[in-house]
C-alpha cells in the first residue's frame, strides 16, 4: 500500500480543466462490423502520433509501471498482470493473475486491448473500468501514453501493425 500511494503522490498529475482533445466515450459500437473496439478517435491525430511515437522513452517511462508489472515472457507477475504481448489479447486474459471483478466483468463484455482501448484505459484507468482495484491515476500526457503504447507494442513476438499504417 505505501508503494502504491508513494508512486501515486510522486507521480500525480490533474486532470485538466478541459480536455486537449476528444475521447469518445467507452462504449460498444454496434455499427463497427463487430469488431470489439470500445473506442475511437474523431481524428487521425492519434494515429499520426502512433506511428512516431519513441520507443526507448516508453521503455524509459514504462519504470513506473515496473513497480506493480513485469513485460517480458513467462515472468512472474506482480501486484499487476503480466505485459507480454499485451496489444491485441483480451482483457483479464492470464489464468495466472487473479483479476479484480470490475476487470472480469469488463473483459465478459469482449474487450481487446488494442491501441485505442490502451490509450483510453492509460488515461484514466478508474473511468474506463469503474472499480479497478488499480489506484494508479492514469498518464495524462498523451505523448508519454504514445510512447508507452510503442514500448508496450515491442513486447511480443508478433507486434501489432499500426493502424493507418500498410504492411
Excluded at 513485469?70 to 499485451?86: K, M, S
Excluded at 489464468?95 to 483510453?120: E, P, Q
Aim: glycine letters at 6%; hydrophobic letters at 35%; a negative charge.
Amino acid at each position: 500500500m505505501f508503494i502504491i500511494y508513494g508512486s501515486n503522490t510522486i507521480y500525480f498529475s490533474p486532470v485538466p480543466d478541459h480536455p486537449a482533445y476528444d475521447i469518445l466515450q467507452i462504449g460498444m459500437d454496434e455499427t463497427e462490423q463487430g469488431q470489439k473496439n470500445p473506442s475511437r478517435r474523431s481524428s487521425i491525430a492519434f494515429t499520426d502520433l502512433l506511428q512516431k511515437g519513441d520507443v526507448e522513452r516508453g521503455h524509459n517511462l514504462f519504470s513506473q509501471c515496473a513497480i506493480c508489472h513485469t513485460a517480458f515472457e513467462n515472468e512472474q507477475n506482480r501486484i499487476g498482470p503480466n505485459l507480454w504481448h499485451v496489444i491485441g489479447r483480451p482483457a483479464a486474459f492470464l489464468s495466472s493473475f487473479n483479476y479484480s471483478k470490475a476487470m472480469r466483468d469488463f473483459s465478459k463484455k469482449g474487450y481487446i486491448w488494442d491501441f485505442t482501448t490502451l490509450d483510453s484505459y492509460l488515461h484514466a484507468p478508474a473511468r474506463v473500468v469503474p472499480g479497478t482495484i488499480m489506484s494508479f491515476t492514469g498518464v495524462q500526457n498523451e505523448q508519454d501514453r504514445v510512447d508507452l503504447l510503442r514500448y508496450l507494442n515491442t513486447l511480443s513476438e508478433s507486434p501489432m501493425i499500426f493502424p493507418g499504417k500498410e504492411e
